[in-house]
């Protein structure tokens, strides 16, 4: 399995992402909602939700690398909101695997609030280069 290590995602520490489990089958992590994460009507904006789902699916694509390659690139995702996180409220994220194949890794990110309702669910299609 590749290493990850913490400075090669620098945009992640802009969304202030724990992440709190890495492995192959299962990727978490959890953030609070901070004022430059939010709209105008203090929600954290659906840009910085699908950022973070894809973050967390670029980190479980590179953990699942075949032998050889050395990165991986989104090439499709798909959201759907299901309720908005207020400013200061904890996000929490899961990425589960789809698919693995040789050429191409889905992965499905549910985020959930503090009382575990779900925010969004994003899929995404990971293409490995």
């Known amino acids: 399995m590749p290493e990850l290590k ?10 202030g992402l724990t992440i709190t489990q890495t492995d192959k089958e ?8 901070s004022e430059e994460l939010c709209t105008t009507g203090r929600i954290m904006h659906g840009g910085a939700l699908m950022a973070t789902a894809d973050t967390l699916g670029a980190i479980a694509a590179y953990l699942n690398l075949p032998d050889g390659a050395k990165a991986t690139t989104t090439i499709e995702s798909k959201t759907n909101f299901m309720r908005a ?31 575990q309702k779900t925010l969004a669910i ?8």
């Open 6 to 15: 913490p400075d090669q995602m620098p945009f992640s520490r802009y969304l």
């Open 122 to 129: 994003v899929t995404q299609s990971q293409l490995v280069l």
């Open 85 to 115: 996180a207020p400013k200061g409220s904890k996000v929490y994220a899961e990425t589960i695997p789809l698919h693995r194949g040789r050429r191409i890794s889905v992965w499905q990110t549910t985020l959930r609030n503090e009382e």
């Open 26 to 33: 299962k990727i978490t992590a959890e953030l609070t909602v």
